[in-house]
């Protein structure tokens, strides 16, 4: 599709098993960027890539979170040994060259940690 | 420390009159500012942006103002229509941040029939 696609769309998981999340941007895109929105909260930034350069993890809460971005294009965020706080949408967004340019997001991974 | 504010958590209006939703910020190295929309089960959607260049950015029925001394920004709908109903976020960016985006926590509008 045209848009940026997200999934799983609802992941149910125990506390202390690992997750990952896939994100496939827009074709094009360079920039990508994942989120979360815990409820009743605003979107919190976890990590950014741009192109081949290194990403920035800046947002990441914890050492159990990481991400990659393989060729430029696919993004997994894997969390490992969930915890109940973890529990939020994970929301993935790519944005084209223009330095101020939106981004476009995907309708997110709902993730429920029991 | 929240740097984007947006403390009206939700608000209610009826259709055809003006919605304004309002956003705070203390970062003064902010210097984009967007407007997104949010429908349930749905990725944010871009609505609107302006730079600080600017103090108006107006497209249709939707006008950002930005008071750069205040450190303000508000969202002027009009006029406000049902279909108008959803979360809406307030972000700020600045250009040595990669244009990574701060979000504030959201305002539900929604318009009554």
């Known amino acids: ?114 | 420390d929240q740097q984007v504010k947006q403390n009206s958590p939700s608000l209610s209006v009826q259709e055809g009159r003006i919605s304004i939703l309002n956003c705070d910020y203390t970062n003064s190295m902010f210097d984009y500012f967007l407007w997104y929309k949010k429908y349930p089960a749905e990725g944010p959607t871009f609505l609107i942006s302006i730079s600080s260049i600017k103090d108006k950015n107006e497209d249709g029925r939707f006008t950002v103002f930005l008071n750069k001394s205040a450190k303000h920004l508000s969202l002027h709908i009009v006029p406000s229509q049902p279909g108008d109903s959803a979360v809406y976020f307030c972000a700020a960016s600045y250009s040595g941040s990669a244009r990574q985006l701060t979000f504030g926590s959201g305002t539900q509008l929604t318009v009554l029939p």
């Open chain 1, 1 to 114: 599709g045209a848009g940026v696609s997200q999934s799983p769309s609802n992941k149910v998981t125990e506390k202390g098993k690992d997750v990952e999340l896939r994100c496939d941007p827009i074709s094009g895109h360079t920039a990508l960027y994942w989120y979360r929105q815990r409820l009743g909260q605003g979107l919190e930034f976890l990590i950014y890539f741009q192109g081949n350069s290194a990403p920035d993890k800046s947002g990441l809460p914890s050492d159990r979170f990481s991400a990659e971005r393989t060729g430029g294009s696919v993004s997994t965020l894997t969390i490992q040994r969930t915890q109940q706080e973890d529990s939020a949408v994970y929301l993935c967004a790519s944005k084209g060259r223009v330095v101020t340019g939106e981004l476009f997001f995907g309708e997110g991974s709902r993730l429920t940690v029991l």
